[in-house]
Structures are given as C-alpha cells and as structure tokens.
C-alpha cells in the first residue's frame, strides 16, 4: 500500500506564501513523476506543477514565476513553495505521484488534499 499525505496548507493573505510538503510512504520500488494539482469549487482539478525524477519541470502558466517545485528523493518528499499569493489560488491542493510497485507496475496514487485559502 503506497500512501501520501499533504502538509502545510492554511489561509493567508494576498502577497503571502505558503510551502506544501507531501510524503510517501508503504512499500515501493520508486517514485518517477511527482505533481501538485489543484481544485477549486466549481472548477476542475488542474496541474499546478510536475517534476520528473530526473529533474525536468512543468508549471501552469497561471503559476509560473511565482511557484517552485522541488524534491527530496531520499524523503520520498515533494514540496511547492508558493509566494505572491493571491485569492484566485485558493483551492484544495493535491499531491500526485507515479509510483513503481513491488510488482513493478506503475500506479497513480493521490494524496488527500490540502485546503489553501488567500483573502484580499
């Protein structure tokens, strides 16, 4: 069972930051990409940021320069750092992984979702 949980949401207000954090956990072989999504209310989920585990990066155009995705593969952690928020970026915020089971299949696994509120 492979398991991901989402740090680091809040409310904050317009020009602030936050930094979300999601970690891995059971038992696997390796986690390849790894992405942050979104989903406000009455919208559909949207991809915030993608990093590969080579390293290679995708931002929403609505987030470039503002937001930075990283990893720590020894943590089987991925992180967005987000500055300058501001109230259309509230959301709930998913983290996504493609994880390689023990049975060395790949699957996507979900994390639970954290709730991101910026006020004006």
């Known amino acids: 069972q492979v398991r991901l949980v989402e740090s680091g949401g809040g409310s904050v207000q317009a020009g602030g930051s936050l930094r979300l954090s999601c970690a891995a956990s059971?038992?696997?072989?390796?986690?390849?990409?790894m992405g942050w999504y979104r989903q406000a209310p009455g919208k559909q989920r949207e991809l915030v940021a993608a990093?590969?585990?080579?390293?290679?990066?995708t931002y929403a155009d609505s987030v470039k320069g503002r937001c930075t995705i990283s990893r720590d593969n020894s943590k089987n952690t991925v992180y967005l750092q987000m500055d300058s928020l501001n109230p259309d970026d509230t959301a709930v915020y998913y983290c996504?992984?493609?994880?390689?089971?023990?049975?060395?299949?790949?699957?996507?696994?979900w994390g639970p979702g954290t709730q991101v509120t910026v006020s004006s």
């Open positions: 059971g038992r696997f072989i390796r986690i390849n990409d």
């Open positions: 996504n992984a493609q994880i390689m089971t023990v049975l060395l299949n790949t699957i996507a696994s």
């Open positions: 990093l590969t585990r080579a390293g290679s990066t």
